[in-house]
């Protein structure tokens, strides 16, 4: 009879063995969002402050006729009314829009795992990675739309190597909920070899999500109001946590004159004053620019490295999703949902022998999460109050995020350099 294996080999076997386990990964599931829901919970309207206005909303659409996008300016995109008007039609009360947001925006999430686990070869591996960035993130997503978006951008990552049709028309759906799913458009667009691909693939399934949206907003009495999201921005000036702020907020280390103001109008924290507002007027231009200098990056390294074009295609939306974050004046904690479903679907895609190339941001990402989760909603008090400690990890939380950008534009500058054929590191 053949000897056993020796238990250190038997434990490097059955331990991954474990974490394959799909039950075990419906348990995490539950666990980590029961986990979420309670903190939320404990948060109270620290993390559903938002959801009160969205109640409010709905409530007085359905009472009165009233809609935003139909009858009055709105800061989100006209689609953002079907998210935010369904717990309405179902409850009754504050607490039951609450209970039913939050179911809807676990059951998206839930969606979008198992997709990432049925679609992907190793998709339970890039599902485990997903609970602890939403572990690490914290209750926050719950809270925003951002927690309906984000799941949908990872549904849309997940299919678009074999099917990128219905990836952009998620994606471009997502983007008329809330506009950062636009990223992974632009990704999928730039990554397209032939013209046909691009109209067939992108052009047309996009056109048509967003003709059924707009068309139905014209309908319902919005006329222009249907695109008035984006001039919705133009007035704020720099958000206390937004990257560009950063100097501002260390400045009050040492300058007791710099400090930040409550913006009642909008229900946020800004940074007064000259300078603030024209470094905010320079976004205006820089977001944009660097979105149409990302996709350039991305085309180009899409045509030196086509045999590498499901990691460009992760590459290209991890960076334009980060761009959006890194120069926009806004910069809302909940924005970082958005960098985690790029990692989660690479990890998922990526070969075992070229995992370790998305070792780093994915762990980079980890760490940007809980930082966030401490500064919003842990300690923002004491953020807000200037104190050291806070104002040191908010600082590092945005020289994270930057790195991850310049990391992300590194790596497709890297493939676009070297013509070369070489392993590959995603599926395509």
């Known amino acids: 009879m053949p000897s056993a294996a020796p238990a250190p080999a038997r434990r490097r076997r059955s331990g991954p063995a474990v974490l394959r386990s799909r039950w075990l990964l419906a348990l995490g599931f539950v666990v980590v969002h029961a986990w979420l829901v309670s903190d939320a919970i404990g948060w109270a309207n620290t993390i559903y402050g938002d959801v009160t206005l969205y109640e409010w909303w709905a409530r007085t659409g359905l009472a009165t006729g009233e809609w935003p996008v139909l009858d009055f300016d709105w800061v989100y995109p006209a689609g953002a009314l079907v998210p935010v008007t ?5 409850t009754s009360g504050l607490l039951g829009y609450e209970i039913a947001w939050t179911a809807m925006v676990v059951l998206l999430d839930a969606v979008a795992v198992v997709v990432l686990v049925r679609a992907t070869p190793r998709g339970v591996l890039g599902a485990w990675w997903w609970l602890a960035f939403l572990l690490a993130l914290g209750p926050i997503f719950l809270g925003r739309l951002d927690g309906v978006i984000a799941p949908l951008i990872l549904v849309a990552l997940v299919l678009a ?13 997502g983007a008329w909920i809330k506009i950062a799913p636009g990223a992974v458009v632009v990704a999928l667009a730039a990554t397209r070899r032939r013209g046909a691909d ?19 907003a014209v309908a319902g009495g919005a006329g222009t109001r249907a695109l008035s999201v984006f001039g919705q921005q133009d007035a704020r000036t720099l958000q206390a946590e937004s990257v560009a702020a950063t100097w501002f907020s260390v400045a009050r280390l040492w300058d007791p004159g710099v ?7 909008i229900f946020t924290y800004e940074v007064p004053g000259a300078a603030a507002q024209r470094l905010a007027g320079v976004l205006d231009w820089v977001l944009p620019l660097a979105t149409l200098a990302l996709a350039a990056l991305v085309w180009w390294a899409a045509r030196r490295r086509p045999g590498h074009g499901g990691e460009v295609l992760l590459l290209g939306a991890a960076a334009l999703l980060l761009a959006l974050i890194v120069f926009n004046k806004v910069g809302s904690p909940q924005f970082v949902a958005w960098v985690g479903p790029p990692l989660a679907a690479a990890l998922a895609l990526s070969a075992p022998g070229t995992r370790r190339i998305w070792a780093p941001p994915a762990v980079g990402v980890l760490a940007v999460a809980f930082a966030t989760y401490l500064v919003y909603p842990v300690a923002y008090g ?3 109050d200037g104190e050291a400690w806070m104002v040191v990890v908010e600082a590092l939380r945005n020289a994270g995020l930057v790195v991850l950008l310049a990391g992300a534009v590194w790596r497709l500058a890297e493939l676009g350099r070297h013509r070369a054929a070489r ?3 995603v599926t395509s």
């Open 161 to 173: 190597g074999r099917r990128p049709a219905l990836a952009a028309a998620v994606a471009t759906a």
């Open 86 to 90: 369904l717990p309405a039609l179902f």
């Open 423 to 425: 392993r590959e590191g």
């Open 198 to 216: 691009l109209w067939r693939h992108v052009v047309v399934p996009g056109a048509a999500v967003s003709v059924v949206v707009v068309g139905l």
């Open 259 to 265: 400090r930040f103001e409550y913006n009642e109008e």
């Open 382 to 384: 004491p953020f807000l």
